[in-house]
Each structure stands twice: as structure tokens, then as C-alpha cells.
């Protein structure tokens, strides 16, 4: 009896600690949504919510009405979600290659593949600009995305996945008359999916968020990412605070709502083979 | 998910890209083959340009002018690598005042922008003065290098004393009155409240306001040939004397940086009374501090000693014509149009509060205003009064070295005064520690400045 009941205990006390923690975690976030309530005025006069009369929605208004934020959202969009599907297709065909083909100088490849992530990306962005810069890809979404089509952390990451699949699936399906790029596509690639899930989510936040290197290659609003658009909010003369906290608000919400959907892959992805069968 | 073996995710990445890539298409963007290329930092700027450059266009058929924002962080690196490795430049840009500098370096020959000497010389169409005669001098100083003119002002940026002018009424305290600094630090030890409440906003880690205060007592970086001097008399005796402001328990100073949230709310809280106030920072309050309207006023600089300056100087822009330029009477003529056209002055000085440099623009009756915000006080008035006062500011190629080594030094003379007891100005042993701190600062930007030895 006693047992159980510090075990309620123990329980109840882990629950309001989490409760605590969750508070913790959350409010900066309430805090943002309470501030994209508020008039540009309003913006820093409450701690938290305003009067229900000064609540408003005129920062949302602004938002899409003085800057071109939907256009701003759509590049972000276009230009992740192809970054995403071109990374994994090349990623994953590298990683099914290094995972299931016996060739000369394959250990040294991955090796020096890996020793790339040791290089900041800063170090290649000079020599990257020229090359793109003559072949005419600067200040266009190919400027954006071909330099990320393949991830090296995707590569190795796929290697890794790939290597658990059966060499018996791939000569079955061989003796069954499958060339190899049909093997990759029909066989490898479906048995992947926990990964391909995972995989998406991290490259999809990756491609997202990335700041620096759409700042050096675009040139006009038109083709600006979300957060290089809501840095021009940030101007030297005037911070736009409220449209540029509805504007992150905005911008955060596809990465959680992909979460939400794809929460069951990714998790599965990450747990993939930590279990014993 | 028979054709599609890639799962969930990654089918509804495709559904995305689909769905985005068909709305961008309905959406093309414009085509950018322009006759002149500018490039600006600020979006100020490029709303106001952009508003008036299809009358530019309109006045000359056949020319196309290509505006583009460009990141302020990203501006002079860009510029320098770019001219460096023969890339695209446009062909006339903006940058801040704090980075054109590093524009300069190499032999005079290799420098990627046009010398405005013999353009500023010449008489102005119609038989106006040459813009040399028009515009405050000490402005072309940080564009200037070897003899050499590389860009225009795009301002001035005369410095007064922002303050809550309702606390101090409460407090009996009468502003005008506060001639010099002595003044005002005395004012300052009565008015201050440890933690709560501090005269000026002054940082004990950062050179932002000692810089503005170097300038005032004719101090700064650099002489008109490029030399440190950033640890010369002057410099020496402005930090033994700032850093007892800032410092020690009887500061008058404090800082919770300069611009952002915090900063917006401690103006709110008055817990600083005063703030150095350029023209462009005196929007910032109007647009991030707006329920402050009447209850802001400025004041003068105080003056170092009696019959000194009344102003000093923080922040500018700088307008450069790159050499990659085909078209150079017509980015002149553009620069002139964007900077002189009595047309849009109203406005852009209404949404920036920036005093142009050129003297004989000031009479245009929108300087003139009453501004609500600052007490119904003529505030372009003030700042028309100060401009000519205006100190000069020398540049040099190393020039972000030099702001962060003093930063530094700063630093250093803080934590001696917090660890060796607090002393008052003219402490012989503090004094010669500053000295010393400062000297070997500025060997540090010495020693950078000798690898670019054209």
C-alpha cells in the first residue's frame, strides 16, 4: 500500500514538474502570440496580453499588405521543399551506393566525405559565389538550391539505414530481373521510409532557417527567402516589431505543423534500429 | 505510394514544392536588365527612392534604374570581395559610414570607386555653386583617402541630448541651465538611483557614446592622413573622464543597449534620462517609443569646456560610384536627382528625420516643423543650428578595428578603476594605467593599419 502510493506520489510530482517545465518552455512563445496581438503602440506597454479592446489583428494586416510577406513565405516554401526532395534523392542514391556496391577507394570516399563536415561552411562561401557567380546563378533560386542538393549528413545517414537492409532482398529481387535503379527505387527506398522521414524534417528545418547564404546570393525582394524578408523589417532607422513578430509567428508555424503530421516518421526514423528484433 | 516509395514526408514536401512552384509562376518576377544598378541598405532609403526613381526614369526615356536592398551586414564585404574578384558591383551603392573605409585599401590605381574630387569641384548646372561649396566639409572626411574623394554624404548627424523632459520637470530640474558636462554630472549624481534610475544611457563595455564624445573634444581614430590617434591627449583625458560616469558607485551611466526591446522599455520606465540623439536616432524614438509622444524632449550637447563644440557626430552613409560603371554622367546625374530634388525632400525627411548635408536645402520649410513627439519643440531648427559644428571624422581601412580596440580599452580602464578603488578625475595612477591601455590599443590598430601600407 505504501508502495503505491509514493509511487502516486512520485507521480503527481513528476506531472506538476512537467506542467512547470512546459510553462517554462512555453512562454516566450504566449508571449509572442500575445504581442502580435497588440498594436505597433501597445507593442511593448503590456507584459503580456493587452485590454480585449486594444487586441488586434492590424500587425497580420500590415504584414501582408506593406511588404510582400507572401511572396516572401512562397520562395521559403518553394525553395525548402525542392532543396528537401533534391537532397534526398541524391542523398540516398550516394548512400544506397556506399551502403550496398563493393568498389576500389569506396572507405576512402566516406572518409573524406565526413572530413567535410569538419569544415565550416563559411570557408567554402568565396570560392562557392565565384563558381556560381559565373555560371550565372546568382540571385536565383538555383543559386539557392543547387548548392545544398546533397547532403553529406544525408549521405551518411541513408549509408547507415541502407546497410540494415538484407543483401538477400537485393538478389532476390536481381534474380527477379529488377535493374539497380529499380532495386533503389521498388526495394530500398519503401523499407526506408522511417528514415526518409526523419531525414525530411531535418532538412526541411535546415533549408528553412538557413539566413546566411540566401543573404549573399539574392539580390532583389522578390526571390527573398521568409527570414532574410523579415530582416528587412529590421532596418537601421526602424524595427517594424509587430509585423516582425506576426511574421516569425507565421514562419514558424509550417515546421510545426509538418511536425504534427509527420511526428510518427520521424520518431520512428530516430528510433530505427534501437530496439533489438 | 506505389510509384512512390518515398513515404508521407517526403510526399508532402513534393505536394508543397508543387504547390509553391505553381503560385510563384503565376507571379513572374520582374526583369532586371537596368541601365544603372543601385544598391542600399537602409529601407528607408529605398522606399523613398523608390518612389520618386520612376520620375527619374520618366525624365530620361530610355534609362532604367535597378534598386536593390541589400543586406547592411553584408554590403561592404560584398563590395570588397566583389571589386576585388572583378564579380558584379553595382554601380552606385550606399554603405554606413562605419564600413566604407574598408573600401580604400590597396595602391589608389586598384580602389573599384570613381574620385568625386573634379565632380564636386565643378560648377553646378544652370550656374549653381559646385556641390563642394554647398555641402558641410567635415562630411566628406571619412569619405576621403589619400586626396582622394570617394563618396558623398548622404547627412550629417549632428548629435543633441534626447530626455524625458516630463521626470525632470518633476524633479525641478531646469535643462537649460546644463551648459557643460560638469553640469551635468552634477545634475546626474542627484538625479540618479542606483538600479533604478540613471541620468544617460552610457555603456561601461562598448565605445558607442565615448566615440561621439571623443569626436566633441576634437579627438578620434585617425588624423586627416590616416595616423592613430586614438591614444593622444585628448583620447586619454575623455576616458579617465568617462570612465567614472560608468563605473564605481557613483555612476551616472548605464546601458541595456542601444536599440531593441530592452531599450525601447527602459525609455518607457525612465530608468535612463538622457540618450545621445542624432537626427536619424530621434525617429527611432518617434517610431519604437511612440507613447512617449510629449513627454521627450532634447537639449544640447553639453560642452567639454566653456567655447567648445556644442555637437559631435554618430553614424552616416556614404553614396560611392563604382569604376565598373558605363554610364557615369548618368549615375551622377541619378545621385544628384535621388540627394537634391526639392520634390521628395519632405518626404523622405518626414519619415527619416535626416538632415541632408547640402546647406542651402535646410530653408525648405519642412525643417521648420513643429514635432508632437518632442514637445512641439522645431526640432530640424536644433539640429540646422548644430550642423556646421559638426566635427570631421577621419577614416582609415581599418577603421572596425579601431572602434573595437577602443571598445576594448574601455574595458580594461573599467575593470582597473572597479579593482584599484574609485578615484576622481586627475588620479595620477589611474591616468598613467589609461595611458598605457591606450597606447596599447592603439599599437594593436597601428600594426593592422602598417599591412595595408599604400
Redesign the interface.
Given at each position: 500500500m505504501n508502495t503505491e502510493r509514493s509511487v502516486q506520489t512520485g507521480r503527481t510530482a513528476l506531472t506538476i514538474t512537467m506542467f512547470l517545465l512546459a510553462a517554462i518552455v512555453l512562454t516566450p512563445l504566449v508571449w509572442l502570440v500575445a504581442a502580435t496581438l497588440k498594436s505597433?503602440?501597445d507593442?511593448?506597454?503590456y507584459t503580456f496580453f493587452p485590454p480585449v479592446s486594444h487586441l488586434t489583428l492590424s500587425e497580420y494586416h500590415d504584414l501582408f499588405t506593406k511588404s510582400p510577406f507572401a511572396?516572401y513565405l512562397?520562395?521559403s516554401?518553394?525553395v525548402?521543399?525542392?532543396t528537401?526532395?533534391v537532397q534526398?534523392f541524391f542523398s540516398s542514391l550516394a548512400g544506397f551506393a556506399l551502403a550496398k556496391y563493393e568498389f576500389k577507394g569506396k572507405n576512402i570516399i566516406v572518409a573524406i566525405m565526413l572530413a567535410t563536415l569538419l569544415l565550416p561552411g563559411q570557408l567554402t562561401m568565396?570560392p562557392l559565389?565565384?563558381l556560381l557567380?559565373h555560371m550565372k546563378m546568382?540571385d536565383s533560386y538555383a543559386g539557392l538550391i543547387v548548392p545544398g542538393a546533397v547532403s553529406v549528413f544525408g549521405i551518411f545517414l541513408f549509408r547507415q539505414s541502407i546497410q540494415q537492409v538484407p543483401d538477400e532482398l537485393l538478389q532476390a529481387a536481381r534474380i527477379d530481373g529488377c535493374s539497380e535503379f529499380q532495386i533503389y527505387?521498388?526495394i530500398v527506398?519503401?523499407v526506408s521510409?522511417p528514415m526518409?522521414?526523419a531525414f525530411?524534417?531535418i532538412s526541411?528545418m535546415g533549408a528553412w532557417n538557413s539566413f546566411l547564404w540566401p543573404?549573399?546570393i539574392l539580390?532583389?525582394?522578390?526571390?527573398f527567402t521568409l527570414p532574410?524578408g523579415l530582416?528587412?523589417?529590421v532596418?537601421?532607422?526602424?524595427?517594424q516589431?509587430g509585423m516582425l513578430m506576426a511574421g516569425t509567428l507565421l514562419g514558424v508555424l509550417p515546421v510545426v505543423f509538418?511536425f504534427v503530421?509527420?511526428q510518427k516518421?520521424?520518431v520512428a526514423g530516430l528510433t530505427a534500429g534501437a530496439v533489438k528484433g | 505510394m506505389r510509384y512512390f516509395?518515398?513515404?508521407?514526408?517526403?510526399l508532402?514536401?513534393?505536394a508543397?514544392?508543387v504547390?509553391?512552384?505553381g503560385?510563384?509562376a503565376l507571379?513572374p518576377?520582374?526583369k532586371?536588365h537596368a541601365t544603372l544598378t543601385y544598391?542600399t541598405?537602409?529601407?528607408?532609403h529605398y522606399d523613398s527612392y523608390k518612389k520618386i526613381i520612376p520620375e527619374f526614369e520618366r525624365q530620361n526615356p530610355g534609362v532604367t534604374v535597378d534598386l536593390?536592398?541589400?543586406?547592411?551586414?553584408?554590403l561592404a564585404s560584398?563590395m570588397q570581395?566583389a571589386m576585388l574578384?572583378d564579380?558584379?558591383v553595382p554601380d552606385l551603392f550606399e554603405v554606413?559610414i562605419g564600413q566604407s573605409a574598408a573600401l580604400f585599401r590597396g595602391p589608389t590605381k586598384d580602389i573599384g570607386l570613381v574620385d568625386l574630387g573634379p565632380r564636386l569641384h565643378a560648377p553646378g548646372p544652370d550656374g549653381t555653386p559646385p556641390l563642394w561649396d554647398r555641402v558641410v566639409h567635415a562630411r566628406f572626411a571619412p569619405y576621403t583617402n589619400r586626396g582622394h574623394i570617394y563618396g558623398l554624404p548622404h547627412d550629417i548627424h549632428a548629435v543633441q541630448l534626447a530626455y524625458r523632459r516630463d521626470i525632470f520637470e518633476k524633479a525641478g530640474v531646469d535643462v537649460r541651465k546644463i551648459k557643460t558636462w560638469d553640469d551635468f554630472v552634477q545634475v546626474g549624481r542627484k538625479m540618479t538611483i542606483p538600479g533604478k534610475q540613471y541620468m544617460m544611457e552610457m555603456s561601461d563595455s562598448d565605445a558607442t557614446v565615448l566615440e561621439p564624445m571623443l569626436f566633441q573634444r576634437g579627438g578620434g581614430y585617425f588624423d586627416a592622413d590616416g595616423h592613430v590617434i586614438m591614444d593622444n591627449e585628448i583620447a586619454v583625458q575623455t576616458m579617465c573622464w568617462y570612465v567614472p560616469l560608468v563605473a564605481g558607485p557613483h555612476k551616472i551611466g548605464d546601458s541595456v543597449g542601444y536599440?531593441?526591446?530592452v531599450q525601447?522599455?527602459a525609455v518607457?520606465d525612465g530608468y535612463m534620462l538622457c540618450y545621445i540623439c542624432p537626427d536619424?536616432r530621434s525617429?527611432?524614438f518617434e517610431?519604437?517609443?511612440?507613447?512617449m509622444k510629449g513627454k521627450m524632449a532634447l537639449m544640447p550637447m553639453p560642452l567639454a569646456a566653456p567655447g567648445g563644440n556644442p555637437t559631435t557626430s554618430w553614424g552616416g552613409t556614404m553614396l560611392g560610384f563604382t569604376k565598373h560603371n558605363n554610364h557615369q554622367d548618368l549615375a551622377w546625374k541619378l545621385a544628384m536627382f535621388l540627394y537634391l530634388d526639392k520634390s521628395q525632400l519632405a518626404d523622405r525627411y518626414r519619415s527619416?528625420n535626416?538632415l541632408p548635408p547640402v546647406k542651402d536645402l535646410w530653408s525648405d520649410p519642412v525643417f521648420h516643423e513643429r514635432r508632437a513627439y518632442w514637445s512641439n519643440e522645431k526640432i530640424g531648427d536644433s539640429y540646422i543650428r548644430l550642423a556646421p559644428n559638426v566635427p570631421a571624422h577621419y577614416s582609415n581601412p581599418v577603421i572596425q578595428t579601431a572602434t573595437d580596440k577602443l571598445s576594448q580599452a574601455l574595458v580594461d580602464c573599467v575593470h582597473y578603476y572597479n579593482t584599484h578603488g574609485y578615484v576622481d578625475h586627475g588620479d595620477a595612477q589611474f591616468e598613467s594605467y589609461v595611458r598605457s591601455r591606450m597606447k596599447m590599443r592603439a599599437d594593436e590598430v597601428r600594426a593592422m593599419a602598417r599591412r595595408d601600407s599604400y
Open positions: 505597433s503602440d507593442m511593448f506597454h511572396r512562397a520562395n516554401v518553394f525548402t521543399s525542392v528537401v526532395m534526398l568565396a559565389y565565384d557567380y546568382v527505387w521498388d527506398m519503401p521510409r526518409i522521414g525530411c524534417l526541411f543573404q549573399i539580390h532583389h525582394a522578390e526571390l532574410i530582416n528587412q523589417l532596418s537601421i532607422y526602424q524595427t516589431y509538418l503530421l509527420l516518421e520521424f | 516509395p518515398f513515404g508521407r514526408a517526403a508532402s514536401i513534393l508543397l514544392a504547390t509553391s512552384g503560385w510563384l507571379q518576377k520582374p532586371h544598391w541598405f537602409a529601407t528607408t536593390e536592398l541589400v543586406s547592411l551586414n553584408a560584398r570581395s574578384a564579380l558584379d554606413e536599440f531593441g526591446q525601447t522599455k518607457e536619424w525617429k527611432n517610431n519604437d517609443v511612440s507613447h527619416t535626416i
